[in-house]
């Protein structure tokens, strides 16, 4: 699970600095704060990405994903994306647990995953 979770976080890691490039036109919003949430949502993204096997971390992930669909009331896109980035991590929390539980059983049983096995 930790590295689907993983791979979403990043990937909006860049989403949001882009979108706080396209903030920062929007007339009414000052470069300081449009830089200051971008860059709080960016180090979570990161700091969430070493915290993944921590209770917890995958609710603070979905409280990340309602802040990316929220911004679109700034940035209007950001509606869209970050309709599809929940979508992703609902997929890599989702699929990654039936991942780790395929693991825990091949572990269990002392078989080697084959490349034949799918």
């Not at 920062?24 to 700091?47: F, H, Q």
């Not at 039936?98 to 490349?115: E, L, N, Y």
């Amino acid at each position: 699970m930790r590295t689907l979770c993983a791979s979403t976080l990043i990937g909006e890691f860049f989403v949001i600095g882009f979108a706080g490039l396209v903030a920062m036109k929007t007339a009414g919003l000052s470069t300081g704060a449009v830089w200051t949430v971008c860059g709080i949502a960016m180090a979570l993204c990161v700091l969430l990405c070493g915290m993944l096997s921590r209770p917890g971390a995958v609710q603070i992930g979905w409280a990340l994903q309602l802040g990316l669909v929220l911004s679109g009331m700034v940035v209007p896109v950001m509606f869209f994306l970050g309709a599809v980035f929940a979508g992703l991590w609902w997929a890599s929390v989702h699929f990654g647990r039936k991942v780790d539980a395929a693991k825990a059983r091949f572990a269990g049983t002392g078989a080697t995953p084959s490349a034949d096995a799918a």
